[in-house]
C-alpha cells in the first residue's frame, strides 16, 4: 500500500501533478490502476519517441550514403586496381619462381643422370635384400602358423580325451548309481518278502494254535457233558457203566478244569 502511494506521489512530481495529501484517503485497487495507467503512459511515450528516433536516424543513414555513394564508388575503383596491380605482380613474381626452379631442377637431372648406373645397381639390391627379408618372414610366419596349428590340434586332442574320460566316468557312475538303485529295490523286495513270510508263518501258526485251542475245547465240553451224564445217571447205570469198562484216565489239569466248572 505505502509503496503504491509512493510510486504513484513520484510519478504525479515527474508529471507536475498534485501530490496526495497525508490524510487523503486513498483505496489500494485504486493506488495500483493508476500507478499502473501512469506506468503504461510512460512505456507508450517512451515507445514513440524511440520510433520517430528510429525514423530520423533512417533519414540520416539514408541521405550519408546518398552523399558519400561517390566516394564509395572511387574508392572501389581504386582498391580494384590495386588488387589488379598485384595480381600481375603475383604472376611475375611466380613465373619466375618457377623458372628458377625449373634451372635448378634441370642442373640437379644432369648431375644425377651420371649417378643412374649406381642408383639402379643400388635398387637391385635393396630390392634383393628386401626380398630375402620377406622370404624369410614368409617361412617364419608359415612356421609359427604350423606351430599354432599343431598345438590347436594338440589342444583339440587333450580335450576330446578329456571329454571322452569324463564321459566314461559319467557312465561308471550311473552304472554304480544304477546299480545301487537296484540293489535297495531288490534289497526292498526280499524284506518285504520276508515280512510276508513271517507275517505268513505267524498266521499259519495263529491258525494252529487256535485249532489245537478249539480241539482242546471240544474235548473238554465232551468230558464236561460225560461227567454231568454220569452224574446224572441212576446207581445201577453208573456203577455199570464204571464196572464194565473201568475207569478212564483223565488229565489232572483238565480233572481241575471239569470240577471248576462243576462246581460252578
Not at 490524510?23 to 512505456?43: S, T, V
Not at 507508450?44 to 566516394?71: F, G, I
Not at 586496381?81 to 642442373?107: C, F, P, S
Not at 637391385?124 to 618372414?137: G, H, K
Request: with cysteine; net charge positive.
Amino acid at each position: 500500500m505505502e509503496e503504491a502511494r509512493q510510486l504513484l506521489e513520484q510519478t504525479r512530481k515527474k508529471k507536475g501533478g498534485a501530490v496526495a495529501k497525508d490524510g487523503e484517503k486513498l483505496d489500494r485497487k485504486q493506488l495500483m490502476q493508476e500507478a499502473y495507467q501512469e506506468r503504461l503512459k510512460e512505456a507508450q511515450e517512451l515507445e514513440r519517441k524511440l520510433a520517430r528516433l528510429a525514423k530520423t536516424m533512417d533519414h540520416l543513414e539514408r541521405a550519408r550514403r546518398e552523399e558519400e555513394a561517390p566516394y564509395l564508388e572511387a574508392a572501389y575503383q581504386d582498391r580494384l586496381a590495386q588488387d589488379k596491380a598485384y595480381h600481375e605482380e603475383q604472376q611475375e613474381q611466380q613465373l619466375a619462381a618457377h623458372r628458377t626452379a625449373w634451372e635448378v631442377d634441370i642442373v640437379e637431372k644432369r648431375r644425377l643422370s651420371r649417378m643412374y648406373e649406381d642408383k639402379h645397381s643400388f635398387a637391385a639390391l635393396i630390392v634383393s635384400r628386401r626380398q630375402e627379408e620377406f622370404e624369410a618372414l614368409q617361412k617364419a610366419r608359415e612356421r609359427r602358423l604350423q606351430e599354432r596349428r599343431a598345438q590347436k590340434k594338440n589342444e583339440r586332442e587333450i580335450a576330446r580325451r578329456h571329454e571322452f574320460v569324463r564321459r566314461c566316468r559319467q557312465q561308471v557312475q550311473d552304472r554304480i548309481a544304477e546299480l545301487e538303485e537296484q540293489r535297495r529295490k531288490e534289497e526292498e523286495e526280499r524284506r518285504k518278502a520276508e515280512r510276508e513270510e513271517q507275517r505268513r508263518k505267524a498266521e499259519e501258526a495263529a491258525a494252529k494254535q487256535r485249532a489245537r485251542e478249539e480241539e482242546i475245547e471240544r474235548k473238554l465240553q465232551e468230558e464236561k457233558q460225560a461227567m454231568l451224564a454220569e452224574r446224572t445217571a441212576p446207581p445201577a447205570a453208573a456203577a455199570a457203566s464204571s464196572g464194565g469198562g473201568g475207569s478212564r484216565f483223565v488229565p489232572p489239569a483238565l480233572r481241575r478244569k471239569m470240577e471248576a466248572d462243576a462246581a460252578a
